[in-house]
């Protein structure tokens, strides 16, 4: 009954239900095994048309063919009919966005040589190619008048050299000459080595024509915000002296178009962005916090007038981070995401700061663990359109209109749920056994499952740590449930949707009570009494993965474990990962040279002489965030002590370890293997 409560009590509304597969006999259904995961599809990126009447999205599927994810643009129309493809393109295609007048679509099309710019006419179907640019836009952006297009793009830069090789004989083989690197930030987990140059702002005709570059200096600057008269654009950018070395800074500009001039509207010491101009142009809603080099501080929404002054705070009493900003047609206030105890949902503020919640279940966009994530956008007439999901339904285009009434407008997964038994969520709320601090964790039990019967239990944390899991889709915790385990997921202290003193419990504290956190919600779950306490079984990525290395450090209940993309060493963590400048003071007093005690205190390697559970290491050799030597420290320190260990290696893959839908099913089945291998009565090879 959860999910027709979520979306109304008219009978029509429960036969949609029912039609969407909502209603099911697992009876009928086969629990999901790991080829279905080609099979998920997802929305993404939903763009409502401003008359209403029509919704814009990426549409994503899993190619088994050529093995990653692939978006492609699609149309329905808000009633759930006419359910299309907008091209016949079978390429990439992303970033969707209605004209004012809602009579053309400009969306970004490409391939792996780049992607261009092109426009879609809605009553013809035609399109049209707009750029042929030298790198790839971004943040594209209509003018008022529906005239010009904005984006950002790269401009590149040569890459310094201090000594010019000798000419090499004609047809001789030298080796690639050296690399020479001079920047603050020279690579990034995803991408690799960083291209030299900087981001600027674009402006082109949307009839077609020469895109003319609007920003200029050696600064990177944001997405484009155009001004409610068409003549500056606004942008987050940090243009201050010694910016490389200020990670979590911006401030707010506005460039006009027919001078260039550039000034700043605002100036605190934090990060600015997310600006929104109200329809008439005299206000500016924006994020921001003041800075105190914290590990989480809370996003605050704040108005200002066009000019950047008379600054005010709205939601004082809202204590959650904003994000996603959107005015209303009217100018009466203004739309915005935050996440709440699991769940990312959609508010609406007055700008007298009377505020309300809109819709609820954003998400479904991270596919494989139950991270939040998806968007929304508003109408003229205030019908919002968002990416829904819950724990047994990845994302789909859903509507709320302006009297409340909320429905889901796609079936993407229909076919698959119809055949598969997907485990519901259900949450629980424990005491930390440190402090009695209420935490909040979720059980996906195994298809059928007996509450008589006896399960082996798996928690799985998450990374961040300053992130959240929640009632939302996740593609591997649903294979751990078919192949038989209770999965058991936690929202320990560090994590964010229940306020800033929560969020930064982990402040020089990090791994640290978190622990404590989590073993409560296990032990809470082993009192349900459908769990073998002999088959407890740890594992996590990236964050999780520091703290599976931990638990596994400092208890030796568990049978076997799985650390995934860990840091192990925070001295070497913090000088090598690619966003190696962000980590200093922030989570630890210091710097690793200055005060490497605590850095290495709170290092999972200061426990490796503890750890005595059977425990693979699993990383993708790209990984630039934790990178595959935090791995192998860990591995061999195992191996030196003789603890059961196995180094599994995803070949090419970066810190997102199963972005491509064979790696998620790789580091699934090596996961459940490795559990497996150490159960209870199984002999080892």
Same mark, same amino acid.
């Given at each position: 009954?959860?999910?027709?409560?979520?979306?109304?009590?008219?009978?029509?509304?429960?036969?949609?239900?029912?039609?969407?597969?909502?209603?099911?006999?697992?009876?009928?259904?086969?629990?999901?095994?790991?080829?279905?995961?080609?099979?998920?599809?997802?929305?993404?990126?939903?763009?409502?048309?401003?008359?209403?009447?029509?919704?814009?999205?990426?549409?994503?599927?899993?190619?088994?063919?050529?093995?990653?994810?692939?978006?492609?643009?699609?149309?329905?129309?808000? +009633? #759930?009919? %006419?359910? *299309?493809?907008? @091209? /016949?393109?079978?390429?990439?295609?992303?970033? $969707?966005? =209605?004209?004012? &007048? !809602?009579?053309?679509?400009?969306?970004?099309?490409?391939?792996?040589?780049?992607?261009?710019?092109?426009?879609?006419?809605?009553?013809?179907?035609?399109?049209?190619?707009?750029?042929?640019?030298?790198?790839?836009?971004?943040?594209?952006?209509?003018?008022?008048?529906?005239?010009?297009?904005?984006?950002?793009?790269?401009?590149?830069?040569?890459?310094?050299?201090?000594?010019?090789?000798?000419?090499?004989?004609?047809?001789?083989?030298?080796?690639?000459?050296?690399?020479?690197?001079?920047?603050?930030?020279?690579?990034?987990?995803?991408?690799?080595?960083?291209?030299?140059?900087?981001?600027?702002?674009?402006?082109?005709?949307? +009839? #077609?024509? %020469?895109? *003319?570059?609007? @920003? /200029?200096?050696?600064?990177?600057?944001?997405? $484009?915000? =155009?001004?409610? &008269? !068409?003549?500056?654009?606004?942008?987050?950018?940090?243009?201050?002296?010694?910016?490389?070395?200020?990670?979590?800074?911006?401030?707010?500009?506005?460039?006009?178009?027919?001078?260039?001039?550039?000034?700043?509207?605002?100036?605190?010491?934090?990060?600015?962005?997310?600006?929104?101009?109200?329809?008439?142009?005299?206000?500016?809603?924006?994020?921001?916090?003041?800075?105190?080099?914290?590990?989480?501080?809370?996003?605050?929404?704040?108005?200002?007038?066009?000019?950047?002054?008379?600054?005010?705070?709205?939601?004082?009493?809202?204590?959650?981070?904003?994000?996603?900003?959107?005015?209303?047609?009217?100018?009466?206030?203004?739309?915005?995401?935050?996440?709440?105890?699991?769940?990312?949902?959609?508010?609406?503020?007055?700008?007298?700061?009377?505020?309300?919640?809109?819709?609820?279940?954003?998400?479904?966009?991270?596919?494989?663990?139950?991270?939040?994530?998806?968007?929304?956008?508003?109408?003229?007439?205030?019908?919002?359109?968002?990416?829904?999901?819950?724990?047994?339904?990845?994302?789909?285009?859903?509507?709320?209109?302006?009297?409340?009434?909320?429905?889901?407008?796609?079936?993407?997964?229909?076919?698959?749920?119809?055949?598969?038994?997907?485990?519901?969520?259900?949450?629980?709320?424990?005491?930390?056994?440190?402090?009695?601090?209420?935490?909040?964790?979720?059980?996906?039990?195994?298809?059928?499952?007996?509450?008589?019967?006896?399960?082996?239990?798996?928690?799985?944390?998450?990374?961040?740590?300053?992130?959240?899991?929640?009632?939302?889709?996740?593609?591997?915790?649903?294979?751990?449930?078919?192949?038989?385990?209770?999965?058991?997921?936690?929202?320990?202290?560090?994590?964010?949707?229940?306020?800033?003193?929560?969020?930064?419990?982990?402040?020089?504290?990090?791994?640290?009570?978190?622990?404590?956190?989590?073993?409560?919600?296990?032990?809470?779950?082993?009192?349900?009494?459908?769990?073998?306490?002999?088959?407890?079984?740890?594992?996590?990525?990236?964050?999780?993965?520091?703290?599976?290395?931990?638990?596994?450090?400092?208890?030796?209940?568990?049978?076997?474990?799985?650390?995934?993309?860990?840091?192990?060493?925070?001295?070497?963590?913090?000088?090598?990962?690619?966003?190696?400048?962000?980590?200093?003071?922030?989570?630890?007093?210091?710097?690793?040279?200055?005060?490497?005690?605590?850095?290495?205190?709170?290092?999972?390697?200061?426990?490796?002489?503890?750890?005595?559970?059977?425990?693979?290491?699993?990383?993708?050799?790209?990984?630039?965030?934790?990178?595959?030597?935090?791995?192998?420290?860990?591995?061999?320190?195992?191996?030196?002590?003789?603890?059961?260990?196995?180094?599994?290696?995803?070949?090419?893959?970066?810190?997102?370890?199963?972005?491509?839908?064979?790696?998620?099913?790789?580091?699934?089945?090596?996961?459940?293997?490795?559990?497996?291998?150490?159960?209870?009565?199984?002999?080892?090879?």
């Amino acid at each position: 009954m959860k999910k027709l409560i979520l979306f109304g009590v008219s009978s029509t509304l429960v036969l949609t239900a029912t039609i969407f597969g909502v209603i099911t006999l697992h009876a009928q259904q086969s629990p999901l095994v790991n080829e279905d995961i080609f099979e998920i599809e997802y929305a993404s990126d939903v763009q409502i048309s401003p008359d209403a009447t029509m919704v814009a999205y990426v549409r994503y599927s899993m190619s088994i063919m050529r093995d990653r994810r692939e978006g492609r643009l699609w149309l329905v129309n808000t +009633d #759930g009919s %006419s359910h *299309r493809k907008l @091209t /016949s393109e079978d390429r990439s295609e992303s970033s $969707p966005r =209605w004209s004012p &007048d !809602g009579t053309r679509i400009a969306f970004v099309s490409g391939s792996t040589e780049g992607s261009e710019i092109y426009v879609y006419w809605v009553a013809t179907g035609q399109i049209a190619r707009l750029t042929q640019l030298e790198r790839s836009p971004g943040g594209i952006a209509w003018s008022p008048d529906g005239r010009q297009i904005a984006f950002t793009m790269l401009v590149p830069e040569a890459r310094p050299v201090f000594a010019a090789m000798p000419a090499k004989p004609a047809g001789a083989e030298w080796a690639d000459p050296p690399i020479v690197e001079t920047r603050v930030r020279h690579e990034a987990d995803g991408s690799g080595v960083i291209e030299p140059g900087f981001r600027h702002i674009f402006v082109i005709p949307a +009839d #077609g024509g %020469s895109a *003319r570059q609007v @920003t /200029s200096g050696e600064f990177q600057h944001g997405a $484009p915000v =155009w001004g409610a &008269d !068409g003549r500056s654009i606004l942008f987050n950018a940090n243009r201050r002296p010694g910016w490389e070395w200020e990670l979590d800074q911006s401030d707010i500009y506005q460039i006009s178009l027919n001078d260039g001039v550039t000034v700043p509207l605002t100036s605190r010491n934090g990060p600015d962005g997310g600006q929104v101009v109200s329809p008439d142009g005299s206000s500016v809603a924006f994020t921001s916090f003041e800075d105190r080099v914290r590990t989480y501080q809370t996003q605050d929404l704040h108005l200002m007038r066009a000019d950047g002054s008379g600054k005010s705070l709205l939601l004082n009493e809202l204590d959650r981070s904003v994000t996603g900003l959107a005015w209303a047609a009217d100018g009466s206030g203004v739309y915005f995401s935050y996440e709440d105890e699991g769940i990312t949902k959609v508010g609406f503020t007055t700008t007298a700061g009377d505020w309300r919640v809109v819709a609820e279940h954003l998400g479904g966009t991270s596919v494989g663990r139950a991270y939040g994530g998806g968007n929304y956008s508003v109408a003229r007439d205030g019908t919002l359109a968002f990416t829904y999901t819950r724990s047994d339904d990845p994302s789909e285009v859903a509507l709320v209109t302006p009297d409340g009434r909320q429905r889901r407008i796609t079936n993407l997964n229909g076919d698959l749920k119809s055949r598969t038994q997907l485990a519901t969520a259900e949450m629980f709320w424990t005491e930390s056994s440190h402090d009695g601090r209420p935490i909040q964790s979720w059980i996906l039990h195994p298809p059928d499952f007996d509450p008589g019967s006896q399960y082996p239990l798996l928690l799985e944390i998450h990374g961040g740590p300053v992130s959240n899991y929640g009632d939302r889709f996740a593609g591997e915790f649903q294979l751990y449930a078919s192949a038989g385990f209770v999965v058991v997921y936690s929202n320990p202290r560090g994590s964010t949707g229940y306020g800033e003193e929560f969020g930064d419990l982990l402040y020089h504290d990090y791994p640290g009570n978190d622990y404590d956190d989590l073993i409560s919600a296990v032990d809470a779950v082993i009192k349900r009494g459908y769990i073998d306490e002999d088959q407890l079984y740890v594992t996590g990525g990236s964050a999780g993965g520091i703290m599976t290395a931990w638990i596994v450090g400092h208890t030796n209940r568990f049978r076997a474990a799985v650390v995934t993309k860990p840091v192990v060493n925070w001295i070497s963590k913090t000088l090598v990962a690619d966003n190696y400048n962000g980590y200093m003071h922030r989570r630890y007093p210091g710097t690793p040279w200055e005060n490497p005690e605590v850095y290495w205190d709170f290092s999972p390697l200061s426990v490796v002489g503890d750890i005595e559970t059977p425990t693979m290491v699993m990383v993708g050799t790209a990984d630039l965030r934790t990178p595959l030597s935090e791995a192998k420290q860990l591995y061999h320190a195992l191996i030196l002590r003789r603890v059961d260990t196995a180094l599994v290696q995803i070949p090419g893959a970066y810190h997102n370890i199963s972005n491509r839908p064979s790696q998620l099913i790789a580091k699934v089945i090596n996961t459940v293997a490795w559990f497996d291998r150490y159960k209870v009565g199984t002999p080892i090879s």
